[in-house]
T-cell receptor, first 113, second 109 residues
Framework: EAQVTQNPRYLITVTGKKLTVTCSQN?????MSWYRQDPGLGLRQIYY???????DKGDVPEGYKVSRKEKRNFPLILESPSPNQTSLYFC????????????FGNGTRLTVT | GQNIDQPTEMTATEGAIVQINCTYQ??????LFWYQQHAGEAPTFLSY????GLEEKGRFSSFLSRSKGYSYLLLKELQMKDSASYLC??????????FGAGTRLFVKA
């Protein structure tokens, strides 16, 4: 089954403790992206990747890192999480190009205390 | 700046027709997407418009006017399962997609 898999689904952590949210897709998509979703603000892009070893900042990259060492994986790293990073995170992938729709993972709800 | 506006909430009756509007102002434009998101779930793709006019797909249709920076999603023969948030999103060029905050649709019996 074609899918984007994120883990974990739920994560509670404390300020400053490094964490990684994993994302993997099995559709051989070139493009992958991370979004955060907050009430009233919609989905905001954190980072995106056009292909292996090619990444770029989205609209809200501060406090986040990503890597794309393999085509299928695009982990999101929070080196020192803070409470304002409490949010619902979605990983997405697509074939790339303007017309290609995004395929989303099931989301990771992160709480930083 | 980049801005996408859509109503926060709408309520409609089962079996009826509802139109969800979206206006956009973006620095570039390569097409307009609509996604559906049920509570607690991932968004799923509904439609894509890049040319002016109406695209019909079963009970769902989407309209675009590029000159007005305006789109709408039309849902016919509403069903209870259509209760969800509907996200309007603009591809602004390259690899950037900007999302509106979403419209929560409540379908009542």
């Amino acid at each position: 089954e074609a899918q984007v898999t994120q883990n974990p689904r739920y994560l509670i952590t404390v300020t400053g403790k490094k964490l990684t949210v994993t994302c993997s897709q099995n559709m051989n998509h070139e493009y992958m992206s991370w979004y955060r979703q907050d009430p009233g603000l919609g989905l905001r892009q954190i980072y995106y990747s056009m292909n292996v070893e090619v990444t770029d900042k989205g609209d809200v990259p501060e406090g986040y890192k990503v890597s794309r060492k393999e085509k299928r994986n695009f982990p999101l790293i929070l080196e020192s999480p803070s409470p304002n990073q409490t949010s619902l995170y979605f990983c997405a992938s697509s074939l790339g190009g303007a017309r290609a729709p995004l395929h989303f993972g099931n989301g990771t709800r992160l709480t930083v205390t | 700046g980049q801005n996408i506006d859509q109503p926060t909430e709408m309520t409609a009756t089962e079996g009826a027709i509802v139109q969800i509007n979206c206006t956009y102002q973006t620095s570039g434009f390569n097409g307009l997407f609509w996604y559906q998101q049920h509570a607690g779930e991932a968004p799923t793709f509904l439609s894509y418009n890049v040319l002016d006019g109406l695209e019909e797909k079963g009970r769902f249709s989407s309209f675009l006017s590029r000159s007005k920076g305006y789109s709408y999603l039309l849902l016919k023969e509403l069903q209870m399962k259509d209760s969800a948030s509907y996200l309007c999103a603009s591809n602004t060029g390259g690899f950037k997609t900007i999302f509106g905050a979403g419209t929560r649709l409540f379908v009542k019996a």
